[in-house]
């Protein structure tokens, strides 16, 4: 199956500091990248939807100069937790997507934990 | 929003097959169904996907009901690996834009 690798796994930042997360796709061109986040033993909450070239699409709920998208390239998202608090912490994972795929592929997942 | 239930939690032992269940009532005739697991610290991970007829891979088959308001996700032999949350998912495949709406999923257990 198709590779979708996200990084770091794990990163621990101080409350107000800001984060990066990358999320690339090995082995085809993602046209649509999903960011979701996921708190202990509860599902995954879809944050925001991002198409190469243009803005992301942000979930009710989701503050959008707060989790920053940017997918410059269709093999590239990134998501930046900017002034990080502890209550941004969670487990974040990318998906993505593509034209010719039926399935989306998920990325291993990023620990944040802000301190 | 798109629902499904499924039960919380399974229990299976080792080797034998396991039949997870998903209602899926409010599904259209273009959507698709889908399983992806998650085990522990990790993100998800598909399994099986179908429209109208049963699917096989190597991980697992899919039956689909003739009504397409349920279906069942079976893996033939429970290993200790296969222990993880199952999710069912529909949705359609609109272009690029495919987006999944998670449920809780069922919990698998699986026995030694």
Known sequence: ?115 | DAKTTQPNSMESNEEEPVHLPCNHSTISGTDYIHWYRQLPSQGPEYVIHGLTSNVNNRMASLAIAEDRKSSTLILHRATLRDAAVYYCIFNGVRGSNYKLTFGKGTLLTVNP
């Open chain 1, 1 to 115: 199956g198709a590779v979708v690798s996200q990084h770091p796994s794990r990163v621990i930042c101080k409350s107000g500091t800001s984060v990066k997360i990358e999320c690339r796709s090995l082995d085809f061109q993602a046209t649509t990248m999903f960011w979701y986040r996921q708190f202990p033993k509860q599902s995954l909450m879809l944050m925001a939807t991002s198409n190469e070239g243009s803005k992301a699409t942000y979930e009710q709920g989701v503050e959008k100069d707060k989790f920053l998208i940017n997918h410059a390239s269709l093999t590239l998202s990134t998501l930046t937790v900017t002034s990080a608090h502890p209550e941004d912490s969670s487990f974040y994972i990318c998906s993505a997507s593509g034209l010719t795929r039926t399935e989306a592929f998920f990325g291993q997942g990023t620990r944040l934990t802000v301190v």
